[in-house]
Every structure is written in structure tokens, then in C-alpha cells.
């Protein structure tokens, strides 16, 4: 894995909506935020929703206020895009509302550069974007087969954790969304700050298991 040192903070934004899963966004953020305390100035980590207006996680279980709705964030270098459960997934990507609001201000950004990163079922609600065509792609295995059929022009990649398209990071189910997230920390700050946070979480890392 290539070690690509940046002395300049990067801005992540975790995309957060109704229902979205609690593990696919607080696993890869306290990664980050763990490699921000590790090294410190690595990453500026932010919540963005559609407004400021707080949403609720998956089961309603938790409010979360966002740091930022999408006219004030912060210009990204990487947009952190969790999942929810499918149902809710296949709602959100026929609601013309969230298409021409958040997904719009994902795809501007990703024209722009910056680096979009799915967790979980996160990557199926791109579809229709644009943004997957022509990549190789993955999701939590359950939704493998709607994610091929709603993305015919990708390459559906199947008992992977998570895929490195550079631009682009999808990564199968939940979990799998702290394996990229190390992965990603290694590839930015070097495998020495990824042991580390490995330690911190006395976690084993499912490094091996990627497709580049």
C-alpha cells in the first residue's frame, strides 16, 4: 500500500439522513477521529445533513444535529457515505426531493475531485448518479444483486470488503466500513498510525481482504 503523506488537513464530511445505520457512520468516523488525535491536524471531520435540522438514526434510536447542512459545509476533499436498512435505501433513490438536493451536491463534488467513500448499502443509494459507472463496486451482500441490476454499467464485485477505485471506496457490510476506513488512514498517514488505532480498539483489522 502506497503511503501518501499530506501535510494538508483534510476535510471529511459523513453524510448523515433519517435512518441511516449507526455503525456505518460511527465506525468510520471514530477512525478518522482517532488518526486526528494520533496525529493531530490529519483531518477535520464533520456531519453535513440536507438541513441543520436534527435526524434520527435507524430504529430511531439516536438524534443526530448535523454540523453543517449542504450550503454551509465546508468545501470536502472526501464525502463519508453510510448505509441504511434497503427499504429505506429504495425510498430515498426514488424521492426526486433527495436526488435534486443531497445526491446533486454529492455528484457536483465528485465532479469536482472530491473522493466519495460508501460504507454498506451507502454505495446503492449513487445509483443513478453517474458516479459508479464504469467502476468496480461492491455493497453489503444482501443487496449485491439490486445494486447489478440499478447499475448495469459498473462490475459488481462479490466476498470482497471494500473496493479502491481512488476516486471512489465502496465497501460490503457495516463493519467492512472500518476496514476501509483504516485502509484509507493507512494509505494517508502510514501503517504505524493504523496499528495503533487497531490497539485503541482492540479490533482485528480485515486488512487482506481487498480488490483494488
Wanted: charged letters at 20%; glycine letters at 6%; proline letters at 4%.
Amino acid at each position: 500500500m502506497k503511503h501518501e503523506q499530506n501535510s494538508k488537513t483534510m476535510n471529511v464530511a459523513f453524510l448523515v439522513y433519517d435512518q441511516v445505520e449507526v455503525l456505518d457512520l460511527n465506525g468510520p468516523l471514530d477512525v478518522f477521529v482517532k488518526a486526528n488525535v494520533i496525529q493531530p491536524d490529519s483531518y477535520d471531520c464533520f456531519t453535513v445533513g440536507k438541513t441543520k435540522e436534527a435526524i434520527y438514526t435507524e430504529a430511531n434510536t439516536m438524534a443526530v444535529i448535523p454540523t453543517y447542512d449542504l450550503q454551509t459545509c465546508p468545501k470536502p476533499d472526501m464525502i463519508v457515505i453510510p448505509g441504511a436498512n434497503p427499504d429505506y435505501i429504495m425510498k430515498y433513490i426514488q424521492d426526486k426531493d433527495f436526488e435534486e438536493t443531497v445526491l446533486k451536491w454529492i455528484k457536483n463534488h465528485y465532479d469536482a475531485g472530491t473522493v466519495v467513500f460508501t460504507v454498506c448499502t451507502g454505495s446503492m443509494l449513487l445509483s443513478g448518479t453517474g458516479i459508479l459507472d464504469g467502476h468496480d463496486i461492491t455493497t453489503h451482500s444482501m443487496l449485491l444483486d439490486v445494486l447489478e441490476q440499478y447499475n448495469p454499467e459498473a462490475n459488481i464485485f462479490r466476498e470482497v470488503r471494500y473496493i479502491d477505485q481512488e476516486q471512489l471506496i465502496t465497501t460490503a457490510g457495516i463493519t467492512a466500513g472500518i476496514d476501509a476506513a483504516l485502509y484509507l488512514i493507512g494509505k494517508h498517514l502510514g501503517q504505524e498510525t493504523v496499528d495503533t488505532i487497531v490497539k485503541l480498539f482492540e479490533y482485528q483489522n480485515n486488512k487482506a481482504d481487498v480488490s483494488n
